[in-house]
């Protein structure tokens, strides 16, 4: 990804030369991050499976809950041996089939791959919506919101309150809050979640006055606007626990990067050449910096989609990071493939169209441009 | 030698690296206390003990310090036994046995009420049980009958509070509060001053023998305080330091040297090799790291060595292997690089002693910086129900804590004790990593 960032030759390219090597780039780049996508969502499979390990554990459980089956049902119960033992045989046979067990593991490994990758997410094999659905796309799609709605909110109060207070930090350079923010970046060692037991102490088990966790009140506020100020007071701790997390390491990378880049060399000449310096930031200052902001940006976006099971957990908010989380927990293969393959596509994607947005921003990079590189 | 002295030299300058140097020495001196002092073995079967152990211990205390900051001092724990001190026996000769009158001492200048109070006796005898009857005295000389029996078996034990004729007698209150109480004070205040234990023992065999442990569970415990389990936290708090620190300290080396040689090998001998790592660095990125632990944890093993080897596999291709092959890819155009060749170096050894150590003075900050979130890596995958099944960790702590409601319950100091040792950890070696970074970064000296 890096690579095409190399400035390009100062040679002028015609324009058909420049189109043919678009879309060689574009095709290329498109197989690659194919099959990084593809490799990386069969090996989750794998490891989810434990090479094929869990159909032992599957076909234990299937095996008990028959025999209790056995116990319990009368109808089972009262058939002759040879009837029952029949019986009993084709509960089994019919039950490994919902899970797939007739058909060999690496048959089924591919399965799994071929409908991850057309994201056709299909039926889980325990979980449930809370709506009491076995389609992962509603198990996913029911738990997405809360999990959008709260990292959304910090993640992006962060990005920007970090951006703007790292850009103002580095036009006061040495200043008092400067120095506060360089001491206080070791602070973000700890990740959010332990910050989030701090502030539940204070806040809800000390203070009493907001909220140990959930999502809204119980039972939740039947008109909407309730509702959503319910919503707001339960956010308020996970969002200051992530903030609090956060906060100065990433003004602290902020503002040097910005002070970076307001001491390269054509920034002394503009100041030298006398121009206004609200003229010097924008256009000398912050253009450059507008790659890597727009690739923080998009990371940030995509990372929304994974969900932090252990900050959901501190919380106890009804994230997609416990759904993850909880099919682990129940061997549930096909719901921990949608997510993988969730991601794999967003990051690919993101990855893909950033090469074309830093051409459009950076002047200097060329799609493709670094493709003849050294290495 | 002369760098690492100038290192030193630069990083006096910086009191943050100071304290964070400090912190890590003492840290680390405790570390290798803990260890000294209570063996791997002994640390897991005391972890692992369950009540058998924790039998003189009360459950879910604060630690004994947090009197230094009450007016109204909580009660703490304690255990009178007649086998450490034999001046509390006095025998006397009858029949074919013996009458024991045993007498235990103690003062109570507290202010509340203890949780618990147990009489545990030991006795050995054939056929016939030795009998006891056990008095409480208070500091003004009021009697109370607390128990009389035969010992039905070798072990026994009182329990103060669920005895129900003892509660009987003392009008349906809580002994525990009741035998302490200023008589009519109401509610309950406590009378200060020494009391006494007084039991008469009559043994009816030869060779039969009684002794009885006296043991309040007081409000407070120890250093650290107790868990649900009785357990005292210290153990787990001294022990999951050299957890901590090593797993911090393994996984951080363990990536960023791994990444470090496979980026110069990559950028060295460049083609498939490189191509080959550049693809593995992106399905690395796609691969979910959290979720893959958390099925290793799981499916296979939760034991930390088996997490520490995945942890570092997962994170060897990680970003950082992108920046070294960048700087890597400069290096090799160097003209000493070129010399080197010219004098008929080999590949390998143009890596290790021209290539690796040009990157050296990155990968220390990075390497230090890093310790904490693997710190913090170990817990919250404990937090999640993922640590270790036999260490005591610091993670573990607070998931027992949370799982247990300790918040909900006022239980602070469970949750706090191993968090604060988790931040001051973790603050410790960002502090010194970040002046590291300064010091051997120029780009950031003047920042």
Aim: proline share 6%.
């Amino acid at each position: 990804m890096t690579e095409t960032l190399q400035p390009s030759p100062v040679r002028k390219p015609s324009r058909f030369g420049a189109l043919t090597r678009i879309a060689k780039y574009t095709a290329v780049r498109l197989v690659t991050l194919l099959f990084t996508v593809v490799v990386g969502v069969y090996l989750t499979i794998m490891i989810a499976n434990m090479g094929g390990y869990v159909d032992e554990i599957r076909r234990g459980e299937i095996g008990e809950k028959i025999q209790m089956l056995a116990l319990t049902d009368k109808t089972i119960k009262n058939l002759p041996p040879e009837a029952r033992a029949k019986r009993l045989a084709d509960l089994i046979r019919l039950e490994e089939k919902r899970y797939g067990l007739d058909r060999p593991f690496v048959v089924r490994s591919f399965s799994y791959l071929a409908d991850g990758l057309t994201l056709n997410l299909g039926r889980s094999q325990n979980m449930t919506s809370d709506s009491g659905s076995r389609q992962v796309r509603l198990i996913l799609l029911e738990r997405l919101p809360s999990t959008l709605i709260l990292f959304g909110t910090s993640n992006l109060f962060l990005f920007f309150l970090s951006l703007f207070w790292g850009l103002s930090l580095s036009r006061q350079y040495g200043s008092f809050w400067d120095k506060l923010v360089i001491a206080l970046s070791p602070l973000s060692a700890a990740p959010g979640w332990f910050y989030g037991i701090f502030l539940i102490v204070l806040f809800a088990a000390y203070w009493k006055i907001l909220p140990f966790g959930g999502m809204v009140s119980s039972p939740p506020p039947a008109e909407p606007l309730t509702y959503f100020l319910s919503m707001l007071v339960h956010m308020i701790l996970p969002v200051l626990a992530i903030t609090l997390s956060s906060i100065f390491i990433s003004t602290f990378a902020d503002r040097t990067f910005f002070l970076i880049y307001s001491s390269e060399d054509y920034v002394e000449m503009a100041k030298a050449k006398g121009l206004e310096a609200k003229d010097i930031e924008r256009k000398y200052i912050l253009r450059p910096t507008l790659p890597n902001i727009i690739t923080n940006f998009a990371l940030l976006l995509i990372g929304l989609w994974t969900g932090a099971p252990i900050f959901e957990t501190i919380f106890n908010w009804p994230g997609l990071g416990r759904v993850t989380f909880q099919a682990v927990g129940l061997y549930d293969t096909p719901v921990i493939v949608a997510s993988t393959v969730l991601f794999a596509y967003l990051l690919a994607i993101t990855v893909f169209l950033l090469d074309f947005i830093y051409a459009l921003v950076d002047p200097r990079v060329k799609i493709g441009g670094g493709e003849g590189k050294a290495s | 030698m002369k760098t690492i002295k100038r290192t030193f030299a630069e990083l006096a300058q910086y009191p943050s690296a100071v304290l964070g140097l400090v912190i890590i020495a003492v840290f680390v001196v405790i570390s290798i206390y803990a260890v000294i002092a209570i063996p791997y073995q002994k640390a897991v079967d005391l972890w692992r003990g369950g009540e058998r152990i924790w039998y003189k211990t009360p459950k879910m205390v604060p630690p004994t310090w947090v009197n230094l900051f009450r007016a109204e001092k909580l009660p703490d724990t304690f255990s009178l036994n007649t086998l450490d001190d034999a001046s509390t026996k006095q025998a006397t000769p009858s029949g074919d046995g013996q009458k024991i009158t045993i007498t235990l001492d103690f003062d109570y200048n507290y202010d509340s009420f203890p949780q618990e109070l147990s009489l545990y006796f030991t006795s050995t005898f054939a056929q016939k049980a030795p009998f006891v009857s056990a008095v409480w005295v208070a500091p003004d000389g009021r009697q109370t009958r607390l128990v009389d029996y035969a010992l039905q078996s070798p072990k026994q034990t009182f329990r103060f509070s669920q005895d129900k004729k003892l509660v009987t007698r003392l009008f349906g209150k809580l002994p525990q509060e009741a035998l302490f109480a200023v008589p009519k004070s109401d509610p309950l205040t406590p009378l200060k001053g020494k009391y006494q234990i007084q039991l008469q023992v009559t043994t009816f065999e030869k060779d039969s023998t009684v002794d009885v442990e006296f043991v309040q569970y007081g409000q407070v415990y120890g250093m650290a305080g107790t868990d649900h389990q009785r357990r005292d936290l210290s153990i787990a708090l001294l022990w999951g330091m050299p957890v901590a620190l090593s797993f911090g300290l393994i996984a951080a080396l363990g990536t960023s040297l791994a990444a470090m040689v496979i980026a110069a090998f990559g950028a060295w001998y460049g083609g498939w090799i490189d191509e080959l790592i550049q693809r593995i660095t992106e399905v690395n990125l796609v691969l979910p790291f959290l979720p893959i632990l958390i099925m290793i944890g799981t499916f296979y093993d939760r034991s930390i060595v088996t997490i520490l080897t995945a942890t570092i596999l997962l994170s060897i291709f990680g970003g950082s292997i992108k920046g070294y092959r960048a700087i890597f890819l400069q290096v090799r155009e160097m003209p000493y690089i070129e010399a080197a060749r010219a004098y008929g170096a080999g590949d390998a050894r143009i890596i290790l002693r021209y290539l690796l150590p040009r990157i050296i003075p990155l990968l220390i900050p990075a390497l230090v910086t890093g310790i904490p979130g693997y710190v913090f890596l170990e817990a919250s995958l404990a937090v999640l129900g993922l640590g270790d099944p036999v260490l005591p960790t610091w993670g573990k702590i607070i998931q027992d804590a949370e799982f247990n409601g300790a918040l909900f319950n006022g239980l602070y100091y469970w949750i706090l004790e191993p968090a604060a040792l988790l931040m001051i950890t973790g603050l410790a070696f960002s502090m010194l990593g970040f002046s590291l970074d300064r010091i051997f970064n120029p780009r950031l000296r003047g920042l």
